[in-house]
């Protein structure tokens, strides 16, 4: 079938913005007209969202503030609110810290502090980045993305970071580069695993990849913050992946390595129930999990029963057809 360009339903009227975030909105629009003359006034001045209170064992794990980050236009909503970081900050998986989804205090013992990211393989020019290169060499910019994850529950969260073409950009993938292959940091020392683990030869590092078309895509992301500061560990400090049309598995947190490679690279999930976990893996509501049917969702937030169902219709490729629909016809 031939793509047909439709703007998703939620980022159409403007009234799908909640109050708060228009109020929030027209006064950083204001701002940027006084301050910086009518060429830049499209474009809000600081990313931070109203402070929100948290509990002060969460706030503990919270990361710096990130000030001066301009927000995205593109992506100032996702029609629907904001997820409270007080639920996306404490509801995480990361299963080099445990099978459970509380696992934001043990994460704690991840190091991040020195990092560097080693981006090799099919490139004309290799590099390894500290967190600075990154952040110093790719421009910053807030998204409000949606996110959902494979087992049904979902969210709407503030992304601070660049996105994914950007760095091919500067490494230069060959024409032989057919897929990435991103690995996160492990350390058996520090990443107990899972406690249903122990029997099982999992296959870590936790690896994902993309297709470099994917991967070039406007939406893909590289996450360094999230809530206006920089990214909590159970969140996959100091840089994790965003691909927010595909299950939540795509996006591997913590990342120390990024390869171009010619074949698709055998990947964590996919490895341990290939039927379970296709390498493909976008939002697809008629397109059911064994274990989950994919037709609904249930969104983070006040009042949820973490095991409630779900009653919320679930979008194909998340809402982002606009954005990736042509890539899979
Ligand atoms: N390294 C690593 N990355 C990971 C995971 C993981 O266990 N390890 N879990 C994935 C899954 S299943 C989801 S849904 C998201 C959860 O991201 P969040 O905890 O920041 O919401 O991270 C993904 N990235
Ligand atoms: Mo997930």
Same mark, same amino acid.
């Given at each position: 079938?031939?793509?047909?360009?439709?703007?998703?339903?939620?980022?159409?009227?403007?009234?799908?913005?909640?109050?708060?975030?228009?109020?929030?909105?027209?006064?950083?629009?204001m701002k940027a007209?006084?301050?910086?003359?009518?060429?830049?006034?499209?474009?809000?001045?600081?990313?931070?969202?109203?402070?929100?209170?948290?509990?002060?064992?969460?706030?503990?794990?919270?990361?710096?503030?990130?000030?001066?980050?301009?927000?995205?236009?593109?992506?100032?909503?996702?029609?629907?609110?904001?997820?409270?970081?007080?639920?996306?900050?404490?509801?995480?998986?990361?299963?080099?810290?445990?099978?459970?989804?509380?696992?934001?205090?043990?994460?704690?013992?991840?190091?991040?502090?020195?990092?560097?990211?080693?981006?090799?393989?099919?490139?004309?020019?290799?590099?390894?980045?500290?967190?600075?290169?990154?952040?110093?060499?790719?421009?910053?910019?807030?998204?409000?993305?949606?996110?959902?994850?494979?087992?049904?529950?979902?969210?709407?969260?503030?992304?601070?970071?660049?996105?994914?073409?950007?760095?091919?950009?500067?490494?230069?993938?060959?024409?032989?580069?057919?897929?990435?292959?991103?690995?996160?940091?492990?350390?058996?020392?520090?990443?107990?695993?899972?406690?249903?683990?122990?029997?099982?030869?999992?296959?870590?590092?936790?690896?994902?990849?993309?297709?470099?078309?994917?991967?070039?895509?406007?939406?893909?992301?590289?996450?360094?913050?999230?809530?206006?500061? #920089?990214?909590?560990?159970?969140?996959?400090?100091?840089?994790?992946?965003?691909?927010?049309?595909?299950?939540?598995?795509?996006?591997?947190?913590?990342?120390?390595?990024?390869?171009?490679?010619?074949?698709?690279?055998?990947?964590?999930?996919?490895?341990?129930?290939?039927?379970?976990?296709?390498?493909?893996?976008n939002v697809e509501?008629?397109?059911?999990?064994?274990?989950?049917?994919?037709?609904?969702?249930?969104?983070?937030?006040?009042?949820?029963?973490?095991?409630?169902?779900?009653t919320q219709p679930?979008?194909?490729?998340?809402?982002?057809?606009?954005?990736?629909?042509?890539?899979? #016809?």
């Amino acid at each position: 079938m031939p793509f047909i360009h439709t703007p998703p339903s939620w980022q159409l009227p403007e009234k799908l913005i909640t109050p708060e975030l228009a109020f929030m909105n027209r006064r950083r629009f204001m701002k940027a007209l006084i301050g910086a003359g009518a060429g830049a006034a499209t474009v809000g001045l600081t990313a931070c969202q109203p402070p929100e209170a948290v509990d002060p064992e969460l706030e503990k794990t919270l990361g710096q503030p990130l000030s001066g980050i301009e927000r995205n236009p593109n992506f100032l909503n996702a029609g629907r609110d904001l997820t409270k970081q007080t639920y996306a900050s404490r509801y995480n998986n990361f299963y080099e810290y445990g099978g459970t989804k509380t696992i934001w205090p043990i994460a704690q013992n991840l190091p991040t502090d020195p990092w560097t990211v080693e981006v090799s393989g099919l490139v004309k020019n290799p590099q390894t980045y500290d967190l600075d290169d990154l952040t110093q060499r790719f421009p910053l910019e807030e998204r409000i993305y949606r996110f959902r994850c494979v087992e049904a529950w979902a969210m709407v969260v503030p992304w601070i970071g660049f996105p994914m073409k950007r760095l091919m950009e500067a490494v230069e993938p060959t024409s032989q580069a057919k897929f990435v292959r991103f690995t996160s940091f492990y350390d058996a020392e520090v990443c107990p695993g899972p406690a249903w683990g122990f029997a099982l030869n999992l296959p870590w590092p936790y690896v994902e990849g993309l297709t470099v078309e994917e991967m070039a895509n406007d939406l893909a992301f590289f996450a360094v913050g999230i809530y206006g500061r #920089t990214l909590p560990k159970q969140h996959g400090a100091p840089i994790r992946m965003v691909v927010p049309w595909k299950y939540g598995f795509k996006g591997a947190k913590s990342i120390v390595k990024i390869e171009f490679v010619a074949e698709q690279p055998a990947t964590y999930w996919n490895t341990i129930s290939p039927n379970e976990y296709a390498f493909e893996a976008n939002v697809e509501p008629e397109v059911p999990h064994p274990r989950w049917s994919q037709s609904k969702e249930r969104l983070l937030g006040e009042g949820t029963n973490p095991y409630a169902w779900e009653t919320q219709p679930t979008v194909i490729y998340n809402g982002y057809g606009e954005y990736v629909a042509s890539l899979y #016809t």
